[in-house]
């Protein structure tokens, strides 16, 4: 069938026809956060395949990207629901890359990859993994849950983060954060980006009670696990 054809039986289909809106959540009935992409949020290096791919769009190294909804942004207004800490066994690069797994400590990750064939392939990095709520920075809305990894030259803005909501002595949930980035030297002198994590206020009593419910849904679902091994 001719692609104009589609159209013609379909209508434009950069405009939505009126439907009920009692109607709008019909067929969706089973859908829960594990059945929807939750995005990743994202800080744009000089090597990042995002950078190359959205050039034209603006992309520019330090920028943060959502990779559900492929948005960039300078900062993202966000409330911090949920920490998970493990060390991530990553392929090194030379030997082809890749993931391999996921592990409670560096103990059984470096213990794990004593068991592999070629152990000195693999290098063992912790992880911390921020579930996050987005807010829209003008009203101050829930828009979407999403999740941040940090890791590497990262893990200070993380336990500098960590160590912010415990002194604020308050559920993790219950403070506004600013999420941004600037751009840094190493040792060598190389630049690269790195996240900027800034204070911005409490949640209104209306948005707690969404946030803690999210919090409840999220630490629910994390419960303890085996260890993630990727497959082969």
């Known amino acids: 069938m001719a692609k104009n054809q ?3 039986l379909f209508g434009d289909k950069t405009q939505m026809p009126a439907i009920p809106a009692e109607d709008a959540n019909l067929g969706n009935e ?8 939750t995005p990743q949020i994202k800080l744009l290096q000089s090597l990042s395949p995002e950078l190359r791919e959205f050039r034209d769009a603006g992309a520019t190294e330090g920028m943060l990207f959502n990779n559900v909804t492929k948005e960039l942004m300078d900062s993202v207004l966000c409330a911090n629901i949920y920490l998970e800490t493990y060390v991530t066994v990553w392929k090194k690069r030379a030997e082809g890359g890749g993931k391999y797994g996921e592990f409670a400590s560096e103990a059984e990750a470096v213990a794990h990859i004593a068991t ?3 152990p000195s392939s693999y290098d063992a990095q912790e992880t911390h993994k921020h579930y996050l709520v987005l807010l829209d920075p003008s009203t101050g809305e829930p828009v979407t849950p999403a999740v941040v990894y940090l890791k590497s030259s990262q893990l200070a803005v993380s336990r500098n983060w960590n160590t912010d909501i415990l002194n604020r002595k308050a559920p993790r ?4 954060w600013e999420l941004g980035s600037r751009l ?4 060598r002198n190389d630049e690269y980006a790195n996240y900027t994590v800034e204070f911005r206020g409490w949640a209104s009593a209306e ?4 946030l803690k419910h999210t919090y409840m849904n999220v630490s629910a679902a994390r419960a303890p696990q085996p260890m993630r ?4």
């Open 173 to 176: 949930f219950a403070s506004i």
């Open 6 to 8: 589609n159209v013609a």
């Open 116 to 118: 592999l064939e070629n």
């Open 30 to 37: 089973n859908l829960d956060s594990s059945a929807l992409a």
């Open 184 to 187: 840094e030297r190493n040792r």
């Open 229 to 232: 091994e990727a497959a082969a």
């Open 207 to 210: 948005l707690y009670a969404q």
